[in-house]
């Protein structure tokens, strides 16, 4: 069979000489030769199971189009609104409610490099500049050379070879929209799924992990789940996601609507079935031709004219679209919140999905706190003999003996152990096992599973004491915080903790048991660094403790007048692996400035005069390979780095942060922080810091994917490394982190009515068990472009393209990611005009299902990661990037799309009850200054950070019930919480700030800003629907959209 190459994205749209291959070099700079991390690219044109060698690096096929081109006025090209348009014909009476898939990767020559940014990134605005929006500049490739523009395409007629898209108006259009259509606004969209916290591991006896008792406590409040839920109740949504307005004002289509339901397990009924080669399971097969619609238009096919209906923002967090499978199906399927696809209807080919333009790929968050998680204690763990799929809801049983594999097929032999089912007591009903009841499940595993025996939980911290950190008052938060939470620390009683402090030399500690006090070890050689006493200076917890009370508290004092200004950080880690090398564990690394002595020393790259240039940003990736080099060290010694950088000046993120990307570590980044400057920052050190300590960990983990025979993964983005094709190694993994995957469909699946994915995680708990944590999702296939659109997850597609442009950003340049992101939108729109659409009508048209596509495109456009033309230090570009990689979809979207809610009028009216407290759930507003009002309060949730901004004529009532103060003149500039007043207003607000930071795992600081305050501009960048200096606005931005897409 040939291969059908992907499209590609992110890839550059040019006509003149290619350039280098899109991830030819994974997403930061990997060190040649070995395996490839991070994003990593796999051989094309295998089948599933037989994985690609290490380090194929395929390029990928470039989206079809060429060089921009000189075209008419925008006024001219747009045509006139109309008013509500008719819906379109759908292409299929079958309608799947799955998201779209899209693939990007098969190779197919080098990838030609994007178009000149100058040309062509949409959203760049010359400062200044008010030149009217006529014909752009000729096209010129991105080596400069002019290039010959293609003749005019007719309308609606997609070309492989199209021109690329022309650069955007560079002042705002003269065309006013027509007034949009009087009834409700669509309300259906894609939400983010919650986050969730876990990795999967591979197959396998693979090194051993260690991991904790796996825990029913949540991170943050729990909250009542619906009716109905047990055995797999998930916790709910994070705030900016939770469905909590009241109902939307337009029906929603049976299929959407499910996507509210709980996800029960329910029992799966026993069905024999004869043997055969039938792909899909016993249960698939009864009458798939229910799911059918017969001439109604799916709501999520609803067709939608951007361009008139302007209030397309849900009042409430958007859910996450429902497979469209049997009840019985959807019932036993891996909640959103952990397992995702970009598209809930799988495409049979690969030339179905290159056609409908969209990325296929999987949002994992495999190690999320679960509320309620079955546990199997067993001897046998049922594995497929030929992929080692481990036995799920979505297998076939031809018989009691007898079951057939959903991922290859294979009919493999029920063990007579698993005839007994030990929640009933019952023998010969293996279909009721909780195996094949629950798509989320966890085995405790046998000794064959491990290579070694489990590994103690080992904590150790390296601390920075240069005179740099001593001043900014962090080493005393970081050891009262410790000492308030040592005994929380997960752990049994093998339990090991040891400290490093480090400036221009590198000091251990002695704490052996029988020692008064701690003793201090100070090696000044950093050049060949040695432990001074290897067997005391990581100790025991429990035997231990006083000393390493002591040390806690006499650490502050010990530098407190230190004029020691340099740090030998990369020494530093050197004496730390060596130290944790004999057995694994977790590195804890606190740096305040820029490592300036010995290995691993870094200069400073960033030019602030260049912070808010227009031009590409320069320094994305490493100055250096020594960073990724020692994590790849770590990693193969089972040691995850895990780096605080709390620091007001440039610390090279971009370099440092390889140690923690490529360990499976994670990266917390407090800029500015100060203990007596910046309270808001300190507060949130502590709260994250508590959250770190406390949480659960998982050790020498590894983590798995599998797919259904024809689906093949190929590449990866996360904080790990890739130790084989397709296993990934996680030193630590942790119930905060993310993952996803782009795949693509290797061969047809012409003959599947469904297929299955399968997230497998291997891992030692902090009590030395060895467990597994299987999560399994089943979707449907579909054969029809408008199935495909129909299914799209509008938040997933977003959060992986967010991924891909941080890699390009890395490999290629921000210029290209920017244009990529663009023409993605671009593609896919151009892609159901043409394609789906059967009736052509004037205007910007979407499916419902992606009417907030263009949205979050721009949204991301503007977002710290990739915005130009702002003021953005290179530190906090870096880790905005670090963060879209690494958070869980539901969390990355409020830092995508930040949720605003006005807060001075709420009421208890459709408010939640949880834990005593009444919880109020104000509308989501669209993010535009239009929404403001000076009469006014509004709370905007950006994630990482909140703003309440008072508005000069806020009510009196307002200013003291909630803050305190007699009049909008007396509230402080530098305000970041709520005082604690006894007034139901005040109980009111401070319930909602309160229950959204409870639905994350980090801790978002809180300013209160009035029309004067400093913080106002940041407050305003996130205003995503109005125009600035260097970008367009949502409305400019559709009609840049519609231009494209009319040519």
């Not at 260049?610 to 320094?619: E, G, L």
């Not at 770590?634 to 780095?641: I, N, P, R």
């Amino acid at each position: 069979m040939n291969h059908q190459p992907a499209y590609n994205p992110m890839q550059a749209k040019v006509l003149g000489p290619p350039g280098p291959p899109l991830y030819a070099s994974g997403p930061y700079q990997p060190v040649p030769p070995g395996p490839q991390s991070g994003s990593y690219p796999v051989a094309p044109a295998q089948p599933l199971l037989t994985r690609p060698q290490i380090g194929v690096l395929p390029s990928h096929t470039p989206p079809q189009s060429a060089s921009p081109v000189p075209g008419p006025r925008l006024a001219q090209t747009t045509p006139p609104a109309q008013a509500t348009p008719p819906p379109p014909a759908v292409t299929s009476t079958s309608y799947y409610t799955g998201p779209p898939a899209w693939q990007y990767a098969a190779p197919r020559g080098p990838a030609p490099n994007h178009v000149n940014p100058a040309v062509a990134a949409p959203p760049h605005m010359s400062h200044g500049s008010a030149q009217p929006p006529g014909p752009g500049a000729p096209p010129t490739s991105i080596h400069g050379y002019p290039q010959p523009a293609p003749p005019p395409m007719p309308l609606h007629t997609y070309q492989p070879n199209r021109p690329a898209y022309g650069p955007p108006p560079t002042a705002p259009p003269t065309m006013k929209p027509a007034a949009p259509p009087a009834g409700p606004p669509g309300t259906t969209g894609t939400p983010p799924p919650p986050k969730v916290d876990g990795d999967v591991a591979g197959n396998g006896p693979q090194a051993p992990n260690s991991y904790n008792h796996v825990d029913t406590r949540m991170a943050g409040a729990a909250q009542p789940g619906p009716p109905g839920r047990h055995l797999g109740h998930y916790p709910s949504l994070p705030p900016g996601y939770q469905n909590t307005s009241a109902p939307p004002p337009a029906p929603l289509h049976p299929a959407l609507q499910a996507a509210t339901q709980p996800y029960t397990q329910g029992p799966q009924p026993y069905q024999q079935q004869p043997g055969g080669p039938g792909p899909g399971p016993a249960q698939l097969s009864p009458s798939m031709a229910a799911m059918s619609l017969q001439s109604s238009t799916p709501e999520a096919l609803r067709v939608v004219n951007l361009l008139q209906e302007r209030n397309l923002l849900p009042s409430a967090p958007v859910p996450a679209p429902t497979p469209c499978l049997t009840q019985d199906l959807q019932k036993l399927n891996c909640s959103p919140e952990v397992f995702r696809c970009t598209l809930t209807s799988i495409p049979q080919t690969q030339s179905l999905l290159n056609k409908a333009k969209l990325p296929l790929g999987l949002l994992l968050h495999p190690f999320k706190d679960l509320s309620q998680l079955p546990v199997v204690t067993s001897s046998t763990i049922v594995r497929c003999r030929s992929c080692r799929t481990y036995i799920n809801p979505f297998v076939s049983f031809l018989d009691q003996r007898r079951w057939k594999c959903n991922l290859c097929y294979r009919v493999n032999d029920v063990p007579e152990e698993f005839m007994y089912n030990p929640v009933s007591r019952s023998y010969g009903e293996p279909h009721k096992r909780p195996e094949v009841q629950n798509a989320t499940i966890e085995f405790i595993a046998p000794s064959e599973y491990m290579l070694r025996p489990p590994q103690p939980a080992v904590y150790l911290f390296v601390l920075d004491v240069s005179h740099n950190a001593v001043e900014t008052g962090y080493l005393s938060v970081f050891c009262q915080s410790l000492l308030d939470n040592i005994n929380a620390l997960p752990g049994d009683s093998r339990t090991k903790v040891g400290f490093i402090t480090f400036d221009s030399t590198i000091h251990f500690y002695n704490l052996q048991e029988g020692l008064s006090q701690p003793q201090m070890l100070i090696v000044s050689d950093i050049e060949d660094i040695f432990l001074p006493t290897p067997d005391s200076l990581l100790v025991n917890l429990n035997e231990c403790k006083e000393l390493v009370q002591d040390l806690l508290k006499s650490l502050p004092n010990l530098f407190e007048k230190t004029m020691e200004t340099q740090s030998a950080l990369g020494s530093a880690l050197q004496a730390a692996f060596k130290l944790l090398s004999p057995t694994g564990g977790r590195m804890s690394v606190f740096q305040t400035q820029l490592p300036n002595l010995g290995v691993g020393a870094l200069q400073s790259r960033e030019d602030p005069n260049q912070r808010a240039s227009a031009k590409d940003v320069q320094h994305l990736s490493p100055a250096t390979d020594f960073y990724k080099k020692l994590a790849l060290d770590c990693s193969g010694q089972q040691v995850a780095v895990d780096l605080f950088l709390l620091s007001a000046q440039y610390c090279d993120l971009a370099s440092l942060g390889c140690i923690s990307r490529f360990s499976a570590g994670s990266v917390y980044y407090y800029p500015s922080y100060h203990h007596q400057h910046n309270p808001a920052q300190v507060e949130r050190f502590q709260r994250d810091l508590k959250r770190y300590l406390t949480r659960k960990i998982g050790f020498e983990a590894v983590m798995r994917i599998r797919c259904t025979k024809g689906l093949s993964i190929h590449t990866f983005h996360g904080n790990f490394f890739v130790r084989s094709t397709d296993l990934l190694s996680l030193p630590n993994v942790n119930p905060d982190a993310g993952f996803a995957v782009q795949m693509s469909i290797e061969e047809n699946l012409d003959d599947m009515q469904v297929v299955s994915f399968q997230a497998a995680l291997l891992y030692t708990s902090s009590k030395g068990e060895r467990r597994i944590r299987v999560h399994t999702m089943c979707l449907p296939v579909v054969s029809s472009l408008s199935d495909v659109f129909a299914g799209a997850d509008v938040q997933a597609v977003t959060g992986l393209l967010a991924c891909m442009a941080v890699d390009r950003s890395v490999t290629s340049s921000l210029s290209d990611a920017r244009d990529a992101m663009t023409n993605a939108a671009i593609d896919s729109l151009s892609s159901y005009r043409q394609s789906v659409l059967t009736i052509q009508q004037p205007g910007l048209l979407a499916p419902a299902c992606l009417r907030l596509f263009p949205l979050y495109i721009l949204a991301l456009l503007k977002q710290k990661a990739f915005r130009t033309g702002t003021s953005t230090r290179l530190d906090e570009r870096v880790f905005a990037m670090y963060q879209l990689k690494y958070q869980p979809l539901a969390f990355a979207m409020l830092m995508i799309h930040p949720a605003l809610y006005r807060v001075d009028d709420l009421s208890d009216e459709g408010a939640l009850n949880i834990s005593e407290r009444t919880v109020p759930q104000p509308r989501v507003l669209q993010l535009s200054v239009e929404k403001l009002s000076r009469e006014g309060a509004f709370l905007m949730d950006a994630g990482l950070v909140m703003y309440l901004w008072i508005g000069r004529n806020c009510h009196q009532n307002f200013l003291s019930q909630v803050l305190g103060v007699s009049s909008y003149a007396a509230v402080p500039e530098k305000l970041c919480f709520l005082p604690e007043l006894d007034t139901a207003e005040s109980q009111r607000t401070r319930a909602l700030v309160s229950w959204l930071r409870d639905q994350r795992p980090f801790f978002p600081s809180l300013h209160i800003i009035r029309d004067e305050s400093q913080l106002k501009p940041h407050f305003l960048q996130n205003m995503i629907e109005d125009r600035t200096e260097s970008a367009l606005s949502y409305y400019e931005f559709l009609l840049h959209l519609q231009q494209q897409i009319s040519k």
